[in-house]
């Protein structure tokens, strides 16, 4: 990581229109980062709490598209709540979308 830092301030010295757009391109990989560590968190806890493989559930969020809705595009919401309540807000999301496509229980 140092010689990665190192590399980046040598860079931005010289070029301050790269030191913008690479720090741009560093602050969406972070965020995106911990949009996807998160989702495997809710996906595991709540997969734990069915009695399921994260697997099974991340393929029945996925047909439904939840992963991206619920998951990624609510992550500045569901993040600030406790586990147990991301279970079951991602339990509810994908019980009523379920029963709307009526699709697997």
Excluded: P
């Amino acid at each position: 990581k140092m010689i990665f830092f190192t590399f980046y301030f040598v860079l931005c010295s010289f070029n301050r229109t790269f030191a913008l757009v690479f720090t741009k391109i560093w602050t969406i990989m972070d965020a995106t980062t911990r949009k996807t560590q998160f989702a495997t968190l809710a996906i595991g806890a709540t997969a734990k709490h069915m009695g399921i493989t994260a697997t099974e559930l991340h393929n029945r969020l996925k047909r439904y598209g939840l992963v991206r809705k619920l998951l990624f595009d609510c992550y500045d919401t569901l993040h600030a709540e406790s586990i147990d309540g991301v279970v079951w807000n991602v339990e509810q999301a994908l019980d009523n979308w379920q029963k709307k496509e009526g699709g697997q229980q």
